[in-house]
């Protein structure tokens, strides 16, 4: 029997069962994406947007106001914009709404057994992984909250491309829901891992965890879990690298803000900010940096309350990085954060001494003048990466 492939409205009529919000807000929240798409090119000033505004203001005013059950109206909804989207919205932004939504609503999602919830794969390119031309030397490139694993192309540059072609790594991105708890994103990749590296095709020389923002908080939960649980390849694990990860939180969190920078990125996944007051159980856990399940269980995750997690303390039988990105021009100035992570978050320090992580001195940097999400392309970061792990200067 044939293999019914997912599409576009496939995806996109799972929204549908998002019954988190009176439908009146998921039907603001899909008559803003379907601007978006039909607006045109943005590069010309979105010339279509007025009439395309008031086209769909009407269909959706009518909508809006005959629809008494929630879903029913958004199904209805969803079968003007599923096709527009399949058909005009670009691959890579259909798939940055898709993390975008998996970021915010991705726990929800998963509950439901909703199709639109990503499932933890590791890609090339966008592709399922390929173990053609492996090489002995792997690296698994986490993303963090509300993106994807395309996002490591930053600006004409791939950290993980340019570490293949310069050290010889086997790239392997990491696909994930971003929406669901950092520990249980972590176990899961600890899991995959462990099987990955099971079937490898050549003996694993070294394993290395590389993860941006929230991609270094479920590398550090993957470690606790395969720690716990033996597995195989911490054995072959010689370097964790955290980019801006908030390991101590980001105070952005608390007021949701974090999504409204993330989902900007694009005009098509803008819209989604509009449920940012329904954070996600990953979102939250970037209060303070939870790794681990007891950071989160038994808790109200809403709750605002002071910092009491139990440390989590680095591997010592491996070498852990921090690179922090800051704003600022000079390590005196403020403001000291990246514009989402303060810098000493990022480097693991924190006010209490039980909870500063032991990075050593040499192996945290700060990249000045350099924000969040352009730690992805820096070639001055990326320097920084390959000082830490060509072998001969390794330490």
């Excluded at 590069?43 to 007025?50: F, N, R, S, V, Y």
Aim: with cysteine; net charge neutral; charged share 20%.
């Amino acid at each position: 029997m044939t293999k019914r492939v997912r599409s576009h409205v496939d995806d996109l009529r799972g929204v549908g069962r998002l019954a988190v919000e009176a439908t009146r807000g998921v039907m603001s929240l899909v008559e803003a994406i379907q601007v978006a798409i039909a607006s045109g090119p943005a590069i010309l000033g979105a010339p279509l947007e007025k009439p395309v505004k008031l086209a769909t203001g009407l269909v959706y005013g009518y909508m809006k106001g005959v629809t008494k059950i929630v879903g029913a109206g958004v199904d209805l909804a969803l079968e003007q914009l599923g096709p527009l989207l399949g058909s005009s919205a670009p691959g890579y932004e259909r798939e940055l709404v898709l993390a975008a939504l998996n970021g915010v609503l991705g726990d929800y999602l998963e509950a439901q057994k909703n199709p639109l919830a990503i499932q933890m794969t590791l890609r090339r390119d966008g592709a399922p992984m390929s173990l053609v031309g492996a090489t002995p030397k792997i690296l698994v490139l986490v993303h963090g909250s509300c993106a994807t694993d395309l996002m490591w192309t930053w600006k004409g540059h791939d950290h993980g491309a340019a570490l293949a072609r310069d050290l010889g790594y086997t790239p392997l991105y990491l696909q994930y829901n971003s929406g669901l708890h950092i520990s249980t994103n972590g176990r899961k990749l600890a899991a995959l891992i462990e099987e990955t590296a099971a079937t490898w095709p050549v003996p694993i020389e070294e394993i290395v965890l590389l993860g941006h923002s929230m991609g270094g908080l479920v590398s550090r939960s993957a470690l606790h879990v395969a720690n716990e649980l033996g597995h195989s390849w911490r054995k072959q694990l010689r370097s964790v690298i955290c980019l801006g990860s908030p390991h101590h939180g980001a105070p952005l969190e608390r007021g949701g803000n974090w999504i409204d920078l993330l989902l900007g990125i694009s005009r098509y996944s803008a819209p989604l900010g509009q449920l940012a007051r329904i954070r996600s159980a990953g979102i939250t856990d970037l209060r303070f940096g939870n790794v681990i399940d007891e950071h989160w269980e038994g808790r109200d995750r809403f709750d605002f309350a002071q910092d009491d997690r139990r440390p989590a303390p680095l591997p010592t039988d491996a070498r852990c990085h921090a690179i922090a990105g800051t704003l600022s021009i000079s390590a005196t100035d403020a403001p000291q954060w990246d514009g989402m992570v303060p810098v000493n978050s990022a480097l693991g320090i924190h006010a209490t001494e039980p909870l500063t992580l032991a990075f050593p001195a040499e192996h945290r940097w700060t990249a000045l003048g350099t924000g969040h999400l352009d730690l992805l392309g820096s070639a001055e970061v990326y320097a920084k990466l390959v000082s830490w792990l060509r072998p001969e200067t390794a330490s």
